[in-house]
């Protein structure tokens, strides 16, 4: 079975702090994507990578970052964390063929 | 460009009844098309997806789904509803031969009557 973890459950930062949000699959999937869920807007694309170190930009990347140094590990950056930032945040891993497999979710408080 | 319809917000079933939520989708060639459900506070959980052949697909906890090119619609049931069920379901479409990204619908979450 593919397994998508993410670092943390529940988060809760203060506006202007630096957050991280760590994803982890155990398949060798190319690709990992980073989406935002939030009430009646469903889910939104943020940032998506294809291979080591290279990244796309999805619908809606601005106030994000993100990194891939290594195959398995995909993390979002939230460089100065703002109310408006307050979210479920999912991170999806693609197998083959064209299915993507989803974590458990982190969401995240930004007081 | 690419979007998906769930024109149902919410549904309420009795328990023990029979599901159906609708999904319709606009894109030009036959995607991929796939039902996801998420629990409250959870991830999503791939429910079944439709590649290519035989246009009633099955997935797991007795769900199904049937492609229908006609209607551009891909719709997922299921005969007998159980209370376990209630959650949020999700529609999404997917291009061939792209890097994999999906367009999703806003899902439509079903409350289930004892």
């Known amino acids: 079975d593919v397994k998508v973890t993410q670092s943390s459950r529940y988060l809760v930062k203060r506006t202007g702090e630096k957050v991280f949000l760590e994803c982890v699959q155990d398949m060798d999937h190319e690709n990992m994507f980073w989406y935002r869920q939030d009430p009646g807007l469903g889910l939104r694309l943020i940032y998506f990578s294809y291979d080591v170190k290279m990244k796309e930009k999805g619908d809606i990347p601005e106030g994000y970052s993100v990194s891939r140094e290594k195959k398995e590990r995909f993390s979002l950056i939230l460089e100065s964390a703002s109310t408006n930032q307050t979210s479920m945040y999912l991170c999806?891993?693609?197998?083959?063929?064209?299915?993507?497999?989803f974590g458990p979710g982190t969401r995240l408080l930004v007081l | 460009a690419q979007s998906v319809t769930q024109p149902d917000i919410h549904i309420t079933v009795s328990e023990g009844a029979s599901l159906e939520l609708r999904c319709n989708y606009s894109y030009g060639a036959t995607p991929y098309l796939f039902w996801y459900v998420q629990s409250p506070g959870q991830g999503l959980q791939l429910l079944l997806k439709?590649?290519?052949?035989?246009?009633l697909v099955q997935g797991i906890k007795g769900f199904e789904a049937e492609f229908k090119r006609s209607q551009s619609s891909f719709n997922l049931r299921k005969p007998s509803v159980h209370w376990s069920d209630a959650a949020e379901y999700f529609c999404?479409?997917?291009?061939?031969?792209?890097?994999?990204?999906?367009?999703f619908g806003k899902g439509t979450k079903l409350s289930v009557k004892p």
């Open positions: 999806a891993s693609r197998g083959r063929p064209e299915t993507q497999y």
């Open positions: 439709y590649f290519s052949g035989d246009t």
């Open positions: 999404a479409v997917g291009e061939r031969g792209s890097q994999g990204n999906l367009i």
